[in-house]
């Protein structure tokens, strides 16, 4: 059985910093490709970042570009999301999803999804 586990959300000051991880188990984690999408509320779900099967190619969002970075350890079955100079505009339920090997921005070519965890900036 796949699961995507997602942990360190919380509540964050405006400018602080957050990391994210998504921890899989029940799949070959070092021939997936995994993204964070995000979700506010009363907005539709939005692409933050993926990364390939291998590390290798990463893409972010514009809106994130430069404050988030998305890593990836295949020893240890993870993914992570490093969130930097947090903005009031960042609020969401942040989810990790997996598919194979290859990076895509179109969550409905994702196959695995994790459950979520929530991001709370203050001002």
């Known amino acids: 059985q796949v699961q995507l586990v997602e942990s360190g959300g919380g509540v964050v000051q405006a ?4 990391r994210l991880s998504c ?3 029940g799949l070959t984690f ?17 692409f933050v970042a993926t990364i ?15 404050r988030f ?3 990836k350890d295949n020893a240890k079955n993870t993914v992570y999301l490093q969130m930097n100079n947090l903005k009031p505009e960042d609020p969401a339920v942040y989810y990790c999803a997996g598919r ?3 990076i895509a921005t179109e969550e409905t070519l994702y196959t695995y999804w994790g459950q979520g965890t929530q991001v709370t900036v203050s001002s």
Do not use: C
């Open 15 to 18: 400018g602080g910093s957050l």
């Open 23 to 25: 921890a899989a188990s």
């Open 30 to 46: 070092s021939s997936y490709a995994i993204a964070w999408f995000r979700q506010a509320p009363g907005k539709e779900r939005e």
């Open 52 to 66: 390939s099967w291998n590390g290798g190619s990463t893409v972010h969002a514009d809106s994130v570009k430069g």
């Open 69 to 71: 970075t998305i890593s």
């Open 100 to 102: 194979r090997t290859f």
